[in-house]
């Protein structure tokens, strides 16, 4: 296996809301390869975009570790902080949240690099230019400001201002679920050519498991702050395993007419992640629960490099 | 497309500040409100030179004077013409009531963003001792205030902006709340801005809009609380004849010369409605998304 | 095509608002029929005009700014159009509902949520308090909450279950004619299942005709029948969910297909329709996609383009079809 960029180890982030303890993110362990995807996918709550931003630093992590290239990250400070977060960047969801209304393209594209302090004037003009040909923005509308553009052109220019500074992990936190489709794939396509120019790592949330089936080499499925299966992309999608992740594929509406639709019914309440109780925060929906669910669950190899966090994995597939 | 490209930094930020201007023209209700506003304070500079007679020149004849070719706004119960006296005192009341409400914005600003930024204890403690401010009635704040400090333009400017800081760091820290959690201000983040710089860049820009609008309709009340202070013996005294002085002076005389009234709180009134048109305007103006 | 079974007709619906002074050319020229006890998918992306269509016929578009410049929408024999806003209101509701994309802002947070739903029938089939309450009880079970829910406030519920609760509301009235505008775009994969479902369930049980607005093309394949294709304010292409998915023939409607990532298969690009929508107060002249057709010819570029009709009930808006169909 190649060298991982991002490898993080029971991760955990709790956050005090007024009843107690809510675990957005409650230890999840997995590595991201070098120029790889992966896809993180889940229902809303579940924790997938905490879990990027907490990887990115934008969060401190109540416990686990995060590695990256190799060095353990987890609580770095001041200046060395500044210097990791040059090396991992975070597009957003909401490419009409995501931009300073007040700052035109130019100068939303230009803060990072006058950040860095790399530039001169007149480079970083320049750079400002390789930037945003580098994504697909128009020259002309280097002056615009966010509300006279679309939203893929917005979503390019928070692309833009995400890779200016030649950051190795990019966190593409629901890139797409804000555009229509022709828009949309637009994007992904730029997302792609712009991994395989820049050999840029990501890590792609969403909710959407046709999108990230075509963009990711491997993919964590998780639910409410668990992680409950990864495994390489086309596997999961082949031989789902979890209970969980078998009843979120069944349940994508797909574009072919003729296929057979099998919906798995879940029944019963969501578990709170506010305090939850040790053990699967799916069995309360799952129809395989039993006893031992309620204990921690650990992750099993079923095949190379795909994990199940399900005691009664082997029995049920 | 090239030239534009190389052009330095400093040379768009003119063009933008050009384009702010040229959008304010475009409203021409904002643009004469602009210029009255600009008239009045030509007038305030230039006072010494544009009254037509010694604002403290007295002249029994002429007491109670009604308006008249010589005396356009008649004269005051000493004799003195009105119209030099509210010329040298749109020095007063226009410095104090622009000063006073730019402190208290200077104020808020920081209180405001304090609270709205940092939140939790620093939340508190500014939220608290606003409180503890607006729980004493405005006027009696500010009296007391200029009480301790004493007579004078600048002590008066500062007791007067006090009492304004509640209401606009409240504002203040609302808009800010609203903005702080958007994906541009953690993007901001992301790329090791300061937070500093967030505030001063991304937040308060963003959240000044509301602020300035409701600062400038605080002018005219500030106008009005400075008179209220020398009404009292505070603030600026006689002779200096500040407006709201001049509209306490005349307030005996109502029934029977009603112009030692009428025309101060003409002014008054003039600079309070410029002040909220030129803000609403200025405010429009700045917001890109209204740019047509 | 008969006449007697189109349960709702649109005929050469034109709709246009002002903004800015600028005339926004929102709906241009649609027609449409829907069959009773059909689903009818109105596909199409953002500003597509999709939505202004629902609101003509449900006649809650805001006028001015907005206005209905031509066309006629026949329902049961009505003009919906020239009906008197007195009627009107009877037929809101009672015959016709419409559901809303975002629940989160349809139910109002300081009743309860079975109070909301009494209140409908009670306007609508003037009952007794009591006997409202009571068939307000059914319709929640009927949406799979609870009864015992009842005195609940909307904030106690989930999304999927508020979207339920309006999928009640709008369904309390057994309305002939369901409006559906994204009405699980807010939701999760699998509570829009559950909601998609449902719906279908209902509409079995009601025999109700709907339109589904959506631009999530797998959701159409799963509740429709007929599908209609809408770009720029006109129907580019429309026929029965087969004809547009096994067959689709305007580029437009292929780009929408191969924009799509799908669940099986290895291409490694997207083939997206390059460029943007246009803007819709400079509509191009001619066919509105001309300037984003990867085929267009000279004849696209004016004129108006006829809809040719590929197979009984199958329509396209395109020049490059016309060889294989004949002309309406």
Partial sequence: MAEPCIEVKNLEKYFTVGKGKLHAVDGVSFKIEKGKTMGVVGESGCGKSTLGRTIIHQHEPTGGQIFFNGKDVTKVKGRALRDLREHMQIVFQDPYSSLNPRYTVEATIREPLLLSHRYSKGELADEVTRLMQLCGIDERLRLAYPHELDGGRRQRVGIARALALHPDFVVCDEPVSALDVSIQAQVLNLLMDLQEQENLTYMFVTHDLSVVRHISHDICVMYLGQLVETSPSKELFERPMHPYTKALLSAIPTTDIHAPYQRIQLKGEITSPINPKPGCRFAARCPYAVDRCREPQELHEMSPNHFVACCRVEELN | MAEKKKAPATAKKKNQTLEIIKRLARNKVAMAAGIVFVLLFVMAIFAPLLEPYDYTLMNGKLAFAKPSLEHPFGCDRLGRDLMSRIIRGSRFSLGMGLLGVLCSLAAASVLGSVAGFFGQVADNIVMRLLDVIQAIPGILLTMTISTVLGRGFFNTVLALSIGGIPGNTRMLRAMILAIRNSEYVEAASSINCSKARIIAKHILPNAFAPVLVGAAMGIGGTIGQASMLSFVGLGIQPPDPEWGALISDGRNYIATYPHLIVFPGLMIGIVSLCACLLADGLRDATDPKLKK | ?328
């Fill in chain 3, 1 to 328: 095509m008969s006449q007697n079974k189109d349960f709702l007709r649109i005929e050469d619906l034109v709709v246009e608002y002002t903004s800015d002074g600028e005339i926004v050319q929102a709906v241009n020229g649609v027609s449409l029929s829907l069959e009773k006890g059909k689903t009818l998918g109105l596909v199409g992306e953002t500003g597509a005009g999709k939505t202004t269509i629902a609101k003509t016929i449900m006649r809650i578009l805001p006028e001015p700014p907005a206005r209905v410049c031509r066309g006629r929408i026949e329902f049961e024999d009505r003009d919906l159009l020239n009906l008197p806003e007195k009627e009107m209101l009877h037929i809101r509701g009672n015959q016709i509902a419409m559901i809303f994309q975002d629940p989160m802002t349809a139910l109002n947070p300081v009743m309860t949520v079975g109070s909301q739903i009494a209140e409908v029938i009670e306007l609508h089939d003037h009952l007794s308090g009591g006997e409202a309450k009571r068939k307000a009880v059914e319709m929640l079970e009927m949406v799979g909450i609870p009864g015992a829910r009842y005195d609940n406030y909307p904030h106690e519920f989930s999304g999927g279950m508020k979207q339920r609760v309006v999928i009640a509301m709008a369904l309390a009235c057994a309305p002939q004619l369901l409006l559906a505008d994204e009405p699980t775009t807010a939701l999760d994969v699998t509570i829009q299942a559950q909601v998609l479902e449902m719906i279908a369930d209902l509409k079995k049980r009601y025999d109700t005709s709907m339109i589904l607005i959506t631009h999530d093309l797998g959701v159409v394949a799963r509740t429709c029948d007929d599908v209609a294709v809408v770009y720029a304010g006109e129907i580019i292409e429309n026929g029965s969910l087969e004809d547009i998915f096994d067959h689709p023939t305007h580029p437009y409607t292929i780009g929408l297909f191969g924009a799509l990532p799908k669940l099986t298969g290895n291409e490694k690009r997207l083939s997206p329709v390059e460029g943007l929508p246009p803007d819709p107060t400079h509509l191009p002249a001619g066919c509105k996609f001309s300037p984003r057709c990867p085929n267009v010819t000279e004849a696209c570029r004016s004129g108006e383009v006829p809809a040719y009709e590929m197979t009984p009930g199958h329509f396209v808006r395109c020049h490059l079809a016309a060889n294989a169909a004949k002309e309406v």
